[in-house]
């Protein structure tokens, strides 16, 4: 239990500082896009950050694939196995259908 409870604290502390670094990069961004005239550095700027965010968010629907394909896919194989064990008169499969239903 207490590698859960450090891998939270790291991916917590990860996913906070991700949002600070986004929150910063992405305010670059909106005042790049709304201004008017751009010079060459504003403007390869405004493509080198657009560029980078495109792979942040395909990075991100990536993850977000991956857990819902892990939490919801594999939870719900999961759970109709045990179901079948626990139909079939398994205790301890019986003892972890209880558990997760809580």
Do not use: W
């Amino acid at each position: 239990m207490s590698d859960f409870k450090e891998n939270k604290r790291q991916l917590d502390k990860e996913l906070e500082q991700f949002i600070a670094l986004l929150n910063q990069l992405l305010p670059q961004y909106h005042s790049l896009l709304k201004k008017k005239n751009l010079d060459q550095d504003e403007l390869k700027k405004l493509g080198e950050i657009e560029h980078y965010l495109i792979g942040v968010n395909s990075k991100i629907m990536e993850i977000k694939g991956k857990l819902e394909q892990d939490l919801f896919g594999q939870s719900m194989d999961v759970y109709y196995k045990l179901k079948v064990q626990a139909t079939a008169g398994d205790p301890s499969a019986k003892l972890k259908l209880d558990c997760r239903r809580l």
